[in-house]
């Protein structure tokens, strides 16, 4: 391969710093001697649309998209997957090679094949899920369960109304909860989500009565730092299963990686050390 052809991918942001996107890439490219390279880029809101159309003429072949750029890269492209279109944000585009963007959504993909990986048991028909929250990862994990053939999902968040645009959005399914009644969800639930920032390092904590919750019961946290969150933490003790949320980051970056590089990487205890590292 000559440098002419040298692919090279990256992931937008504003602020970019924090993202674990470029361990995660650059250790593939060196795992499996790919020539190419993945970096950082802290852009401004304003300038999304004139970076995504220069990408591809620096010789991009692809891009992440994290906050807060990801439903205006969905506007900007101009193909949609329909998981992205469902969720209403992408997180993972490819620069075809036509000149048009191609915009994906990896997150729901992330969290289920993360609790494949991690709970391989569980069983999405089994019973009710209970999500913590409504933002954007939210949307991601419903369609995912839904996919999936989780019968019903009860949905808590702080902002009932944003909840309540979620149960509008995805209809029947959706159980809309306050805050202060999730408690009474979490002894059916046969699956616990937190998508909240809430448990994360410098956030507070995830305040909810978990009392009710039994040793049957499969419990995940989106936030990864730190790695065991109190939630997770306090169902541990209670003899359930537990999945961290590092793994969704890991999984998510497997189809673009694949599609921008030419190659499926594995995600494994190896890659898990490297990004945390």
Same mark, same amino acid.
């Given at each position: ?9 990256? &992931?937008?942001?504003? !602020? ?9 890439? /650059? ?16 852009? #401004? ?10 990408? +591809?003429?620096? =010789?991009?072949? =692809?891009?992440?998209?994290?906050? +807060?750029?990801?439903?205006?890269? $969905? ?13 209403? #944000?992408?997180?993972? $585009?490819?620069?075809? +090679?036509?000149? %048009? ?13 993360? $609790? ?6 569980? %069983? !999405?028909?089994?019973? !009710? *899920?209970?999500?913590?929250?409504? =933002?954007?990862?939210?949307?991601? &994990? ?6 999936? /053939? ?5 949905? *808590?968040?702080?902002?009932?109304? %944003?909840?309540?645009?979620? @149960?509008?959005?995805? =209809? ?13 969800? &979490?002894?059916?639930?046969? $699956? ?9 390092? /410098?956030? +507070? ?8 919750? %039994? ?9 990864y730092a730190p790695l065991r969150t109190g939630l997770l933490e306090t169902a541990a003790a209670r003899g359930c299963a537990t999945v961290d949320g590092l793994g969704m980051l890991l999984h998510q970056g497997v189809p673009g990686f694949e599609r921008w590089f030419g190659h499926r990487p594995e995600v494994t205890? *190896?890659? @898990? ?5």
């Amino acid at each position: 391969m000559t440098t002419e052809n040298i692919p090279l991918a990256g &992931v937008i942001g504003s !602020p970019i710093a924090h993202s674990r996107s470029p361990q995660l890439h /650059g250790y593939w490219l060196r795992r499996y001697d790919i020539a190419g390279f993945y970096v950082p880029m802290n852009v #401004a809101p304003e300038d999304v649309e004139t970076v995504l159309h220069t990408l +591809p003429r620096a =010789g991009f072949v =692809g891009a992440n998209v994290t906050i +807060p750029h990801k439903e205006a890269a $969905l506007k900007i492209a101009d193909e949609i997957s329909e998981t992205a279109r469902s969720i209403g #944000a992408a997180n993972t $585009l490819t620069f075809l +090679p036509d000149g %048009r963007i191609h915009a994906d959504n990896t997150d729901g993909y992330g969290f289920m094949a993360n $609790l494949r990986q991690g709970a391989p048991a569980w %069983r !999405p028909e089994s019973g !009710p *899920a209970l999500v913590l929250g409504a =933002g954007g990862a939210a949307r991601a &994990v419903i369609v995912a369960l839904l996919d999936a /053939g989780v019968p019903e999902i009860y949905l *808590a968040n702080r902002t009932r109304a %944003r909840a309540d645009e979620l @149960r509008a959005a995805f =209809g029947a399914k959706i159980t809309v909860i306050g805050w202060a009644d999730a408690r009474d969800a &979490v002894e059916p639930a046969h $699956l616990i989500v937190n998508t909240t920032s809430l448990g994360m390092t /410098g956030k +507070p904590p995830l305040e909810i009565d978990l009392s009710g919750l %039994r040793p049957e019961t499969l419990v995940t946290d989106l936030v990864y730092a730190p790695l065991r969150t109190g939630l997770l933490e306090t169902a541990a003790a209670r003899g359930c299963a537990t999945v961290d949320g590092l793994g969704m980051l890991l999984h998510q970056g497997v189809p673009g990686f694949e599609r921008w590089f030419g190659h499926r990487p594995e995600v494994t205890d *190896a890659l @898990r050390d490297a990004v945390l590292g």
